[in-house]
Each structure stands twice: as structure tokens, then as C-alpha cells.
């Protein structure tokens, strides 16, 4: 896999790590609050974010070249 991925997937993962890591408890509020959600709404939720990734991938892969 090219390496870039593995460094986008990196950060990822650091910047899901400093909300539980500053602020725990607000975190553990958040999701307790979105278990109440409907499964329909963090369907489209999810799928918003997919899209939005992509399209960020997409233009910054365009714009290297």
C-alpha cells in the first residue's frame, strides 16, 4: 500500500485519540449520545464522512499531480 495512505490512517488515529485523551468525559457523553441516534441517521451520518474523505483524497491526489 502507498505509504501515504499509511500516514492519512496515522493521523486518523491521533486525532481520535486526543478526545478521550483531553477530554474523557465530554467524549463518553458524545457517545452515549449518538447510541440514542437512530441506526438511519448514523447510516447518512457515516456516509457523509465517506464521501467527504474521499472527495479530500480525490482533490489533494489531483492537486499533486
Known amino acids: ?14 486525532l481520535e485519540g486526543l478526545g478521550p485523551m483531553f477530554m474523557p468525559r465530554a467524549w463518553r457523553r458524545m457517545i452515549l449520545a449518538m447510541t440514542q441516534l437512530p441506526d438511519r441517521l448514523l447510516h447518512r451520518f457515516g456516509g457523509g464522512l465517506v464521501v467527504a474523505g474521499v472527495m479530500i483524497y480525490a482533490m ?3 492537486h499533486a499531480r
Do not use: D, F, G, Q
Open 1 to 14: 500500500m502507498n505509504s501515504t495512505i499509511w500516514m492519512a490512517l496515522a493521523l486518523v488515529l491521533v
Open 60 to 62: 489533494i491526489s489531483m
